[in-house]
C-alpha cells in the first residue's frame, strides 16, 4: 500500500503535458506522507511555484533540508525573486553556470535595475545555443527590454551601437517593436516612438492565437504609452483621446496602472481644480515590495505629486519636505532627482510669484545653498527670462571657481559636466563674449580625456570644432589629440575623421594622408553649387545692430513722411461757437491777446506801455553821468524823444 502514492505520482509525472497543477501537488504531498522520497519534495516544490504559491514554495524547501535545497537551487532562487527577496535570490543564482540560473540572474538583476549585469548575462546567453524551444525569441525581447531600461536610466551610452536602431526582425512581433519604441522615447525621438508603438499594436491585435481578453490585456500598456508620447509632443487633445480608451481599474498591472492614473492627469487639457486633481493622485492603490516602480518611475510620481501641492499653494509644505529630501544627498551632483527637487523648492518659496519678484524670495536660498546645482539652474534660468545675462554669468562663474578650488574629484567631475559647459556656452554666445568659450571648451576636454570619453562625447566633439577654429599651432595640435581619442573609441565616427583630418591638414600631411578616401569629396561637397554666380554676387556685408537699429528708425520716418497725416474729428462740444466749415483757423489762437500780432492797446497808457515793450517798441538809450567829486557815476534813461526841444508853452 505504501508504493501506491509513488506509483501513482511517477506515473502522472511521466504524462506528455500536466495542465492540473493541483493535482500533482495532491498527489505529491500523498507521496510524501507515504514514503518522504526526494522526487515527491521537489515534485511539490515545482508544482507551488506553477501555482504561484511563492512563499509556500519557500517554505516547503525548508522543511525540505539541506538536501531539497542543494538540489532545488533554481527553484529556491525563483521563488527569492518572485517574493522579492532579491539579495538572497542573487547570491544563489549570480556565478553559475546552469543556463536556468542564468536567466534567473538576468531576471533578478532587471528587477533589482542593476540594467547593464542584466545586458551582459542576455549577451552571453545569446551567444550560447540553448536546447528550450523559443528560448532565442525571449532573449531577443528581455534583450530589448533590458536596452530600453538602459536607456530610461540615463546610461544609454551603455547600450551597442549597433542595437540603438530598431531591426527588421524587431518589427516582427509586438513585444519588440514595444521594448524598441520605449528605447526610441527614452532618447527623445518621439516620432520614431509613436511609429513604433502603432506597429506594436497592430501586430497585437492582428494575433489569432490571443482571444479578445488577452489582446485586451496586451493592448492596454502601449495605450498607456500612446498618451505618454502625445503628451510629451504637446498634443493634448489627442492624448486625452487615447485617455478615453483606457480604462484605468482594467490595466492587470498594478505599476502600469498606476502609470495610467498619473499620465491621465497630466494629459487634461483643463485643470480647474486642482484640489481634486490632487484627490485623484492620492486614490491610486498602494504597491507592494514584490510590484514596486522602477527608480526614475518613483522619481516622477514625486515630482508630479510636489507640483500638485503647489499648485494647491501648500508652499510651506513642498518648501520644508522637499529640502528634508534635498540634504540627503551629496551636494554639488547633477543627479536629476534632487535637482528637480531644488527647482520645487524654489517654486515653492517663489509662492507663485515670477521674474523679478520670485528672485528675491528665491536668491537668499542660495546663500543657504551655494552648491546646489538645481537650485542655481532655476536663478539663472529667471535671470536669462528677465534680459539680466551679466547676473547669470557672474553666478555661473562664481559657482565654477569655488568647485575649481575644491580638492575632491566629484566636485570637479560637476565643474565640467558637460551640461553645465554647454550653459556656459550658450550665455556667453548671448553675451557676445567669444573668448572664453574655447578657454571653457578646452578645461572641459582636458578633464574629461583624462577619464572616460564614452559619457563626455559631445563635449569633446565641441571642444575640438572650437579648436579648429585656431590658427596656433598648439590649439591645433590638441584638437588633433582629441579626435584621435574619439576615434579609438569609435572608429566608424565620421566627425573624429573629419575633424582628424582638419587638424593636421596644414602640419602632418602623411598622417592624414591614409584617411582623406574616408571623407566626404569635395566634388560632393559643392554639388548643386554655381561658383561663378557666388563671385558675381560679391561678398555681402551684414550691418551691425546699431546701424540696423538706426536703418529701421530713419526707415520708419520716411515711411510716416510720405503717409498723409489723419484728419482728427473734433467733438462739437470743443468748437468755437463762430467756427466755420473750411475756413482756416487763426494759428495764435492759442497765445493770450497782447501777444498777438493784431494786439492794439486803447487808451494813451496803454499805447505808451505798448512802446516801452520791446516787441514793437523804441529801446530806450541810456547814458552815464559822472557825479562831481569821483563819487561815483549814475546811468540816466535817454529816450528817443529826449532829443528834441520840449514843446514851449505859448503865451496866454
Not at 65 to 88: I, S
Not at 377 to 392: H, S
Request: aromatic share 6%; with cysteine; glycine share 6%.
Amino acid at each position: 500500500m505504501a508504493s501506491k502514492p509513488a506509483e501513482s505520482l511517477t506515473a502522472l509525472l511521466r504524462s506528455s503535458t500536466i495542465e492540473d497543477h493541483e493535482e500533482v501537488l495532491k498527489a505529491a504531498n500523498a507521496a510524501i506522507k507515504a514514503t518522504k522520497s526526494p522526487e515527491a519534495f521537489h515534485s511539490r516544490v515545482v508544482a507551488l511555484l506553477k501555482l504561484d504559491r511563492f512563499d509556500d514554495a519557500l517554505r516547503a524547501l525548508d522543511e525540505g533540508g539541506d538536501k531539497l535545497a542543494e538540489r532545488c537551487v533554481l527553484e529556491k532562487a525563483y521563488a527569492l525573486y518572485k517574493t522579492g527577496k532579491l539579495e538572497e535570490a542573487e547570491k544563489l543564482a549570480k556565478g553559475s553556470e546552469r543556463r536556468g540560473l542564468k536567466h534567473v540572474a538576468a531576471q533578478v538583476a532587471y528587477r533589482a535595475e542593476k540594467f547593464e549585469d542584466a545586458a551582459i548575462i542576455y549577451k552571453e546567453l545569446s551567444v550560447e545555443t540553448g536546447p528550450i524551444e523559443g528560448e532565442e525569441n525571449d532573449l531577443r525581447i528581455n534583450s530589448s527590454a533590458t536596452d530600453a531600461q538602459l536607456e530610461w536610466q540615463g546610461n544609454g551610452d551603455k547600450v551597442e551601437a549597433s542595437r540603438k536602431d530598431a531591426k527588421r526582425e524587431d518589427l516582427e512581433a509586438f513585444e519588440t517593436s514595444y521594448n524598441a519604441a520605449c528605447s526610441f522615447i527614452a532618447r527623445g525621438d518621439l516620432s520614431k516612438g509613436a511609429f513604433l508603438l502603432k506597429r506594436a499594436r497592430d501586430l497585437c491585435e492582428a494575433l489569432d492565437e490571443l482571444t479578445d481578453e488577452e489582446k485586451r490585456t496586451e493592448v492596454l500598456p502601449i495605450l498607456v504609452q500612446q498618451a505618454y508620447v502625445l503628451t510629451k509632443s504637446g498634443n493634448l487633445e489627442g492624448a486625452e483621446a487615447i485617455q478615453k480608451q483606457i480604462t484605468v481599474t482594467d490595466v492587470p498591472e498594478p505599476p502600469t496602472r498606476v502609470i495610467a492614473q498619473n499620465n491621465a492627469l497630466a494629459a487634461l487639457t483643463t485643470n480647474e481644480n486642482p484640489y481634486m486633481s490632487q484627490r485623484i493622485f492620492e486614490s491610486v492603490p498602494r504597491l507592494s515590495h514584490t510590484e514596486k516602480l522602477f527608480g526614475y518611475q518613483a522619481n516622477i510620481l514625486k515630482w508630479n505629486r510636489y507640483a500638485i501641492d503647489l499648485q494647491s499653494k501648500k508652499y510651506d509644505g513642498v518648501a520644508h519636505s522637499t529640502v528634508a529630501t534635498i540634504s540627503k544627498y551629496p551636494s554639488p551632483t547633477i543627479s536629476p532627482f534632487p535637482n528637480t527637487l531644488s527647482v520645487l523648492n524654489a517654486a515653492a518659496h517663489a509662492s507663485g510669484d515670477t521674474g523679478k519678484a520670485s528672485l528675491k524670495n528665491i536668491l537668499p536660498q542660495l546663500e543657504k545653498r551655494p552648491n546646489d546645482v538645481g537650485l542655481l539652474l532655476t536663478i539663472i534660468q529667471l535671470y536669462v527670462l528677465t534680459n539680466n545675462i551679466g547676473p547669470a554669468v557672474t553666478l555661473l562663474e562664481t559657482f565654477f571657481k569655488r568647485l575649481e578650488e575644491s580638492t575632491s574629484p566629484s566636485d570637479l567631475d560637476v565643474r565640467y559636466a558637460p551640461g553645465l559647459i554647454a550653459l556656459a556656452v550658450s550665455l556667453y554666445r548671448l553675451s557676445g563674449r567669444k573668448a572664453p568659450i574655447k578657454t571653457e571648451l578646452g578645461k572641459a576636454a582636458s578633464h574629461w580625456r583624462r577619464k572616460s570619453l564614452a559619457s563626455s562625447k559631445s563635449l569633446l566633439q565641441a571642444a575640438g570644432i572650437s579648436l579648429l577654429g585656431s590658427s596656433e599651432h598648439e590649439d591645433l595640435t590638441a584638437a588633433g589629440e582629441i579626435f584621435s581619442n574619439l576615434r579609438e573609441q569609435d572608429p566608424s565616427d565620421r566627425v573624429a575623421i573629419a575633424g582628424f583630418v582638419a587638424s593636421y591638414a596644414s602640419s602632418d600631411y602623411k598622417k592624414i594622408s591614409q584617411d582623406l578616401d574616408k571623407v566626404t569629396p569635395v566634388d560632393r561637397l559643392i554639388t548643386g553649387i554655381d561658383a561663378e554666380a557666388l563671385e558675381e554676387a560679391g561678398v555681402p556685408s551684414l550691418p551691425t545692430p546699431a546701424a540696423a537699429v538706426a536703418t529701421k528708425k530713419r526707415a520708419a520716418d520716411s515711411e510716416e513722411k510720405e503717409k498723409p497725416a489723419k484728419k482728427r474729428r473734433i467733438p462739437k462740444s470743443r468748437m468755437p461757437k463762430d467756427f466755420e466749415e473750411g475756413k482756416k483757423l487763426d494759428p495764435e489762437r492759442w497765445l493770450p491777446l497782447r501777444d498777438r500780432s493784431s494786439y492794439r492797446p486803447k487808451g494813451k497808457k496803454g499805447k505808451k506801455k505798448a512802446l516801452d515793450m520791446t516787441q514793437g517798441g523804441v529801446v530806450k538809450e541810456e547814458e552815464s553821468l559822472e557825479l562831481a567829486g569821483g563819487a561815483g557815476t549814475v546811468k540816466v534813461e535817454k529816450s528817443g524823444a529826449a532829443s528834441k526841444a520840449k514843446k514851449k508853452k505859448g503865451k496866454k
